[in-house]
């Protein structure tokens, strides 16, 4: 593609969520400060009274994501963006979405943890937290973009995600992605898709909140347009109303599960490079992907046959797609900021004697190419 | 003609799942006969609560209800009522997630003083969870986990809300609906935050520990204490630690409601 320098925008990663949230029609935000992704909350208090969204920075991080499902469930696109120990402190309130099945958009601009941990420097130690962070069994939907453009893109789809599922969306980011700046050409409006969520047809009299009769996802209906539904926490029918109904729960819980397990086809997303004759696979998200390109170039100018494959949905994880990766070539590489998550996914993916190599790094420094070539080399 | 309280409730969801003799049925009469003598269509009312025996109050009531997490009604309300300032937006919750869990919530949202309505029904006990001491609980006072007496200060929840800035605190109690009905009333109507405590009895887990297991003798307690704020004022300073005020305790109708304002922005920055 030519670029028209015009076009181009050079954005840090946390201003690209910000400026992709609004073109995606997001018209609500609620957040709370916390390094590093604090800039996201800033440029949408700049841009959402614009727009006629609304904007509301909360007195902690529970309110912001109390305040972003209150907003959806009134009929916004709501969006909240947070990093570890605000994602921590939010993760009560993002149960209490998955059960309503409230739309929304949850950013997680990943730091050095545990606790305060590394406030300015990346990680990806939340990725598992991001699939089991808070309690009970749920669905999850996290997307790892690796690239600005990405990013761009990205964030529109987890709006869309979010409306067609009815369900909290997770952008999984990390500090080097939210601050450094990089060229983005935002796409014209109309140019891409958006997807609100399914409003009911049916009238207020008629109305079932949680009728499924038509397929895993309830239509919906915003308060105050003369539906009188409630909405709780508790387990519910599919009235709304509170059950302990074996039989009931069980069925709803398997519901919301289903809403992502059978709807794969729309929500996975993997991304190769240099893949199709590769023997030495990598297996990476977000800025490790990056260092992990340079490094299947710099192996294959020395004539080793790497090759890169990494998710843009990490959550549902790609087991199958992991697993024919792993057909094809001798060994994985998973590099990845920290202590080894992600890893246990691939190596849960892949048949048994394959050999799952690992490269991680904590202490706030991103994994270099070097590092990733070295693996490969010693690997090959 | 006897008022009919149909048309604001789920019929087909009682009988209700409190105590006999519980006061939140008091609040719950009482909000409604304030929603019906303001003419408010239940399509336009969202109440929305916590956890909690109180919290459950949203079930039965046939509007926009939100039964949220413990302690985040508040914010939950927030947005709701940020996205969409035409609506009618009440929050009732108890003493234990309004002050405690949600105490954070409550102060910021006197504040900002935004057009929501929070009624804490008051009844001095966590009754859900089996009768632990709240932050509303009397110094000595006996609970599940103040087995010798409560060792802890209570919440003067007026002075609290006043501090942070509530442009209108009342209180009312349960031993007088009609009275509350009308403090409510004014609460709803008033453009800004408006915090009523409603003074509540659990006989159940407070009273049971507390010498006051029959409800009506643990109304009783509350309706001698409390007086009118007039004459609350004129008592001597030594008796006025054994009486409540009640009514409208404090009220400042100028004060620039919060989405107004937002509102406002939204206007200037599309001119």
Known sequence: ?380 | MSFDYKPYLRYEKLPHMWCPGCGIGIVVKAMIRAFDDLEWDPRDIAVVSGIGCTSRAPGYLNMNTLHTTHGRALSFATGIKMHRPDGNVVVIAGDGDSTAIGGNHLIHAARRNINITMIVNNNNIYGMTGGQYSPTTPLGAKAATAPYGNLEPSFDLPHLLRGAGASFVARGHVGNGRQLSTILKKGFAHNGFAFIEVVSNCHTQFGRRNRMADPMNMIKWISDRAKPLKKFGQMEEDDKAKYFPVGVLFEEKDRPEYTATYEKLIKKLSA
């Open chain 1, 1 to 380: 593609m030519k670029k028209n320098m015009d076009d181009v925008r050079f954005w840090p990663g946390n201003i690209v969520v910000a400026e992709a949230a609004v073109a995606a029609g997001c018209n609500f935000f609620g957040g709370y400060p916390i390094t590093p992704s604090s800039e996201v909350a800033a440029h949408m208090a700049l841009l959402l009274p614009k727009v006629g969204g609304h904007f509301i920075q909360m007195e902690d991080e529970m309110a912001a994501m109390g305040t972003v499902i209150g907003a959806s469930l009134a009929g916004a696109k709501s969006l909240t963006a947070t990093s570890g120990p605000g994602f921590s402190l939010k993760l009560e309130n993002l149960g209490f979405g998955y059960i309503v099945e409230a739309p929304c958009v949850v950013v997680n601009v990943m730091r050095g943890g545990p606790s305060t941990g590394l406030p300015t420097q990346p990680a990806q130690a939340d990725v598992m937290q991001a699939r089991w962070g808070t309690h009970g069994d749920h669905p999850t939907i996290a997307l790892t973009p690796a690239f600005h453009q990405e990013i761009y893109m990205e964030t529109i789809r987890a709006f869309n995600l979010a409306e067609q599922f009815r369900m909290p969306v997770i952008l999984l980011l990390d500090e080097v992605l939210g601050h450094l700046s990089e060229g983005v050409i935002p796409p014209k409006p109309g140019s891409f898709e958006i997807i609100n969520r399914t409003k009911t047809t049916a009238s207020p009299e008629d109305y079932v909140p949680y009728d499924t009769s038509e397929g895993d996802v309830p239509p919906f209906a915003p308060y105050f347009a003369g539906y009188r539904w409630h909405t709780t926490g508790l387990n519910h029918d599919r009235t709304g109303f509170p059950t302990t109904d074996p039989d009931t729960v069980t069925f709803d819980e398997k519901r919301l599960m289903r809403k992502v397990t059978g709807n794969r086809e729309l929500i996975d997303k993997v991304e190769y490079f240099q893949a199709d004759d590769a023997e030495i696979g990598i297996f990476a998200f977000g800025s490790t992907a990056r260092a992990a390109m340079v490094a299947v170039k710099q192996a294959r100018a020395k004539g080793i046959k790497a090759g890169l494959m990494r998710p843009l949905t990490i959550w549902p994880f790609p087991n199958n797609q992991v697993l024919a990766f792993s057909k094809q070539v001798k060994t994985i590489i998973v590099p990845e900021m920290n202590l080894g998550q992600i890893v246990y996914e691939v190596e849960r993916s892949v048949h048994s004697d394959m050999p799952i190599h690992r490269i991680n790094r904590v202490g706030g420094v991103p994994i270099n190419p070097s590092e990733i070539l070295a693996g490969i080399e010693e690997a090959a």
